[in-house]
């Protein structure tokens, strides 16, 4: 075997190990990535109920209802509301008509199981996420 064939076989067989752990990394990435919609453009979806999302709006006033541990609550962007479902303990600055960001899965049923509830953590910050939805659906109120 000539040098020139020798260079030729180890430069393919390292583009193959390259494409390879790339395909490798996108797929271990394409599993733990989260992407983040509001109740309007998540009902929208026909497969949000097969992926891992964050939902965000504000939470509703009138409806958080605690049962034990499980709290019950409904995300609004101004134009869809979806109801939340979350077992666990709420972040402190959690309440009504405050933003919220919920990790979960939508349910086959319409619902939202969150797994991870974040609350904004003063009175002037709004999560960017939740902010660009409510000022799409024209809901945006600025503080001062």
Request: net charge positive; proline share 6%.
């Amino acid at each position: 075997m000539t040098r020139r064939r020798q260079r030729l076989i180890l430069l393919g067989v390292g583009m193959a190990a390259v494409a390879l752990a790339a395909v490798l990394v996108i797929s271990a990435l394409g599993d733990s990535l989260t992407f983040f919609y509001g109740p309007s453009d998540l009902l929208a979806r026909p497969d949000a109920a097969t992926h891992r999302v964050r939902l965000g709006g504000l939470v509703e006033p009138g409806t958080v209802s605690r049962e034990g541990t499980m709290v019950r609550f409904t995300v609004t962007d101004g134009k869809s509301s979806l109801p939340v479902r979350y077992a666990g303990v709420l972040p402190d600055l959690f309440r009504e008509g405050q933003g919220v960001v919920a990790e979960g899965r939508l349910t086959p049923e319409g619902g939202f199981v969150a797994e991870t509830v974040l609350a904004k953590h003063d009175e002037k910050y709004m999560p960017p996420d939740v902010a660009a939805v409510l000022k799409k659906n024209g809901e945006w109120r600025a503080q001062q």
